[in-house]
């Protein structure tokens, strides 16, 4: 079977840095996504890791530790704007592309 | 216009209807997918095509069937529909190689 495990919900400051952590346990992996959600909209896509280590990519970095089966998604500088929803989703092996999410964190930015 | 799009984007429908949800795509992906997300479940498969010639279950088709009928266009149907699929229903397509592009989502609210 497939766990993914990241907490519900998280506040932070605006200007702030907040980590969002996921971990993971599935049969067969082939990478990590992070999306971004606002309520009743699409996700959007975030970040993909398929090796250990840290993306940068502008406020958003992401990381990953295969052998530990966790990720975090972190957040600098925080905007209003930024008040959505994180979902970690794994990259399954197996063919068909498939991806598995975890249940998403809701991040609230206040002032 | 958009990558993914879905219709209706809305939809109140009776306990015991046959309702379809279309989506259709201009990306030229072979891979499209149907995932339901509900509060505090986050986003689970459905149904998934390689192409119009391959559909596969996901881990919650009972009750669900869908058809490929053209490599952009993937339907989804509920045969009977009752209250507990009231839901958040995305259609989300792929390359193979990267993450999902999702459309805007259909929320479906059974009666």
């Known amino acids: 079977g497939q766990n993914i495990d990241q907490p519900t919900e998280m506040t932070a400051t605006e200007g702030a840095i907040v980590q969002i952590n996921c971990t993971y346990q599935t049969s067969g992996f082939n990478g990590l996504f992070w999306y971004q959600q606002h309520a009743g909209e699409a996700p959007t896509f975030l970040s993909y890791n398929v090796l250990d280590g840290l993306e940068e990519k502008g406020r958003f970095s992401s990381f990953l530790s295969r052998s530990k089966g966790y990720s975090y998604l972190l957040l600098k500088e925080l905007q209003m704007k930024d008040s959505a929803s994180y979902l970690c989703?794994?990259?399954?092996?197996?063919?068909?592309?498939?991806?598995?999410f975890g249940t998403g964190t809701q991040l609230k930015v206040e002032l | 216009d958009a990558d993914v799009t879905q219709t209706p984007r809305n939809r109140i429908t009776k306990t015991g209807k046959r309702i379809m949800l279309e989506c259709s795509q201009t990306?030229?992906?072979?891979?499209m997918y149907w995932y339901r997300q509900d509060p505090g479940l986050g986003l689970r498969l459905i149904y998934y095509?390689?192409?119009?010639?391959?559909?596969n279950k996901g881990e919650i088709s009972d009750g669900y069937s869908v058809s490929r009928q053209a490599q952009a266009k993937f339907s989804l149907s509920l045969e009977s529909a009752i209250p507990n699929q009231t839901a958040l229903y995305f259609c989300?397509?792929?390359?193979?190689?990267?993450?999902?592009?999702f459309g805007s989502g259909t929320r479906l609210t059974v009666v």
């Open positions: 095509s390689f192409d119009v010639k391959d559909i």
């Open positions: 989300a397509t792929s390359s193979g190689t990267d993450g999902y592009t």
């Open positions: 989703a794994v990259h399954l092996t197996g063919g068909g592309n498939k991806l598995t």
């Open positions: 990306k030229g992906h072979d891979r």
